[in-house]
């Protein structure tokens, strides 16, 4: 395999980021989890990353992917996020991902295994506010979320060798369909009484939506959002006797 990551520094700190990644035609022992291996094609990653100087109010980064999945085919994935920091007591962060998959490879059982069509979203916020140097706040939400659709189901050689292929195509069959839908979400507050004594108060609410036959991404966030599975307030004072 070749391996090549190059950073470009500008004069306003700004910085361009490439890596390239070769990987030869190879044996897979992981992906069938245990099910004899089978032959992966030559393929590859290229990203290409531009990101702003993390030390003014305001900065951003992109990125773009290009990656090559085990049958062959190539999946392409981008990335961003804005962070929002107008002094020492306050900053945001807002970042996505998306990734469009295309023959995605996933065990299913034994020596079954998938390929799908996907999308994957994943959007995250982050806060942190500082009221004085002993009290903070911070609030942070990602949200992970996957529409898969199945494309053909293939069986792995009982020999080493090439997958083999079981069916002529699925893409009207919702029966090996499936999404995800994960959202985590927390407020904490923390206030430093004195050094090793804190006083924590903490809201967590997450949740883990099984697959459904959704009609969109906002009905997914809306059923993640409404279905917790873990909605707890925590308070928590940790407290140092003695000098």
């Not at 911070?138 to 293939?154: D, E, G």
């Amino acid at each position: 395999s070749f391996y090549y990551r190059n950073t470009l520094t500008f004069n306003d700190r700004n910085q361009l980021n490439t890596t390239t990644i070769y990987r030869p035609e190879r044996w897979d022992d992981r992906t069938s989890e245990g099910h004899a291996d089978f032959k992966v094609h030559t393929g590859g990653l290229f990203e290409i990353a531009y990101g702003t100087d993390t030390s003014k109010k305001i900065s951003s980064s992109i990125a773009v992917n290009t990656m090559s999945e085990t049958l062959g085919d190539w999946s392409y994935l981008f990335k961003g996020g804005v962070t929002y920091k107008p002094n020492d007591r306050f900053s945001l962060d807002v970042d996505f991902m998306y990734r469009r998959a295309n023959e995605w490879l996933i065990h299913l059982a034994g020596p079954t295994v998938g390929t799908y069509d996907a999308i994957h979203w994943q959007p995250g916020v982050g806060m942190d506010l500082f009221f004085t140097a002993r009290q903070q706040l911070r609030f942070s939400l990602q949200w992970v979320v996957i529409k898969a659709n199945a494309t053909n189901v293939y069986r792995v050689p009982q020999g080493d060798g090439e997958l083999i292929q079981i069916t002529g195509g699925i893409h009207n069959d919702p029966t090996y369909d499936f999404t995800i839908s994960r959202i985590t979400a927390q407020l904490r507050y923390r206030w430093e009484i004195a050094p090793l004594s804190d006083l924590f108060i903490v809201y967590t609410r997450g949740s883990n939506i099984p697959s459904q036959n959704a009609d969109g991404f906002t009905d997914l966030f809306t059923n993640a959002l409404t279905d917790p599975i873990i909605d707890r307030l925590v308070i928590k004072l940790r407290y140092r006797f003695g000098s």
